[in-house]
Structure formats: structure tokens, C-alpha cells
């Protein structure tokens, strides 16, 4: 059993066992939501560092993703933000990540209470 789990949703037209997977779509949520099960599903805003090599701009860039933070922060203000990031990349790129999003003003809590 998980308290809570980071998600991209992966969805397909058509009932299930009988799927459209060519209209596959992919669904972030903006906020905490609840699965069909009633388990929390914590928002990843800002998206995720590509791997294994992390390009140095572009889509899953450090840089791509601290853009992204101070776009979201400058347009709601209290907001939550979530990034996703593979262990398997090292801790130099998470490094960059975490010192950029504190100089954007974004602090780090649990996402589960202790």
C-alpha cells in the first residue's frame, strides 16, 4: 500500500479489453486527485527529467523544467508543484533542479503527513 504516488495517467478511447490504443493521450492533473480507488495522485506540474543523458535544453532539460516553475509560480500563487525525477541520473542534474527551484521562491515538504 502507497499513502500517495506521482502518476501520468495513460488513456485510450473505447471500454475496457477493447481500447483504441492509436487515441492513447496522457493525463497530468494540475492538483491532488483521487484515483477510481480513492488513493492520492500528487500533481507533476512541471514534468520530468529525461534520462539517461540530460539534455541541456528542450523538453526534460533542468532548465526546461525551472522555466516551467517560474511561468506556474508567477500565474497562481500558493500553488503546488510536483517534478518527477529517475534516481538512476546521479544527483548533479537533481542538484541544479533543487537550487533552481529555491532561488525561484518554491520551498520542499513531504508530500504525505507524518
Request: net charge neutral; hydrophobic share 35%; proline share 10%.
Amino acid at each position: 500500500m502507497f499513502t500517495a504516488r506521482f502518476e501520468r495517467g495513460n488513456y485510450a478511447a473505447g471500454l475496457p479489453g477493447h481500447e483504441d490504443l492509436k487515441t492513447l493521450t496522457e493525463q497530468t492533473p494540475p492538483y491532488l486527485v483521487r484515483d477510481v480507488y480513492g488513493g492520492p495522485v500528487l500533481p507533476e506540474t512541471l514534468g520530468y527529467v529525461i534520462g539517461p543523458h540530460v539534455p541541456a535544453t528542450g523538453q526534460g532539460s533542468v532548465r526546461a523544467i525551472l522555466a516551467a516553475a517560474a511561468v506556474q509560480k508567477a500565474a497562481v500563487r500558493d500553488n503546488v508543484a510536483g517534478v518527477y525525477y529517475h534516481p538512476f541520473l546521479g544527483t548533479t542534474p537533481l542538484r541544479q533542479l533543487v537550487d533552481g527551484l529555491r532561488h525561484e521562491g518554491y520551498r520542499f515538504t513531504s508530500p504525505v503527513p507524518s
